[in-house]
């Protein structure tokens, strides 16, 4: 088993070529490392010890951060993005931020959210949201939610989110959910476009389960961006917390005011 396991998408030139360089350059100080291609067949060999490096975007890192959590392993977000707000590493620094990484235990711990699906079988696992969403463009979905057996609102909306606090910057905050800082334990749940109801978040504490129910149309089940399946009339989506964190190295600096001038003041200047 490598001590480094970096991870990208084949189409990313500049990370590929990285993940090689600083890979020969780590192995000339006696650290072994490889390369996964995160849009391939093939499967990443990894343990809890195993040190993975997200080289991309923040669309990499979340897919990283799924492998690195099935394996209980941590994971460095290096930006290769033109925002990357979950990212806390420049390419310049990732040799050094690795040796650091590999001398310390250091972590932030990050909630991840379990879902599970009636019906279907479905099941996801999400970093930043998951959401029921309208399953065709021009229409809605009617979703009822419950938060640990007691019925909450009913929306008509394009959809319905729960987020986590490291996904309050994403699409919870472009649907106009609140900016969380990522060390509270909740749960965000949040309309997409909702239609002649209340617009505004639900804050939960991760000790409950939060269910949506499909009521009329067919939708989609989808987390982190990527679709899960389908869903029918009936089918209802329970979201709670997993029972792991994904143990994010935070090898510099990345409070949440930091982040928050730097990626989204700046970025959209």
């Not at 990208?8 to 072994?32: C, M, P, Y």
């Not at 033109?82 to 932030?108: I, M, Q, R, T, Y």
């Not at 939610?145 to 986590?164: K, N, W």
Request: charged share 20%; net charge negative.
């Amino acid at each position: 088993m490598t001590q480094v396991l970096f991870t990208a998408f084949s189409n990313r030139g500049d990370a590929v070529k990285l993940a090689a360089e600083v890979g020969e350059r780590l192995a000339r100080q006696g650290i072994t490392s490889s390369l996964h291609l995160l849009d391939s067949s093939e499967k990443a060999f990894l343990d809890d010890e195993t040190l993975v490096v997200s080289l991309g975007g923040d669309g990499t890192f979340l897919k990283a951060a799924r492998l690195a959590h099935d394996a209980g392993a941590r994971i460095v977000a290096v930006n290769l993005g033109h925002l990357g707000f979950l990212l806390n590493v420049p390419s310049n620094d990732v040799e050094d931020s690795v040796k650091d990484a590999l001398k310390s235990d250091s972590v932030s711990e990050r909630l991840a959210l379990k879902v599970t699906c009636s019906g279907t079988g479905l099941e996801a696992f999400a970093l930043n949201e998951v959401l029921v969403e309208r399953a065709s463009a021009g229409h809605m979905v009617k979703v009822k939610t419950f938060v640990d057996g007691e019925e909450y609102l009913t929306y008509s909306a394009d959809g319905v989110m729960v987020a986590t606090p490291t996904g309050s910057t994403g699409y919870n905050f472009s649907a106009g959910g609140p900016v969380v800082d990522a060390s509270l334990s909740i749960m965000i749940l949040t309309p997409i476009a909702p239609h002649f109801t209340i617009d505004r978040s639900i804050v939960v504490p991760v000790d409950k389960v939060i269910r949506l129910v499909v009521e009329d149309k067919p939708a989609m089940l989808v987390a982190d961006g990527t679709t899960i399946g389908a869903l029918e009339l009936g089918d209802y989506v329970d979201v709670r917390q997993s029972p792991t964190p994904v143990r994010v190295v935070a090898t510099r600096s990345f409070d949440l005011a930091t982040r928050l001038r730097r990626s989204l003041r700046e970025g959209h200047a």
